[in-house]
């Protein structure tokens, strides 16, 4: 396995989305996007419309293969 560890540490990433997926928040088992990963929270997007914008440390259980993905910072 390889973690993507290959964020910007400048504060003008919005301006310039260089790596767009580095933002995705994914199932580490099947890949399936759980949300959206802010400057400080994350954006969590629920089948039938529902979001949420939840800060860290998250925890959520892929609605797909059931795995637990946790997230402690954004950055
Ligand atoms: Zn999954």
Redesign the pocket.
Known sequence: MTKSTTFPTTHDTASRPRAPDARDWR?R??F?LLGRRSARSVHVNFARGHQYIVSTPVTAV?R??G?LNEIHKTT
């Open positions: 199932c088992k099947c399936k892929c797909c293969c795995t």
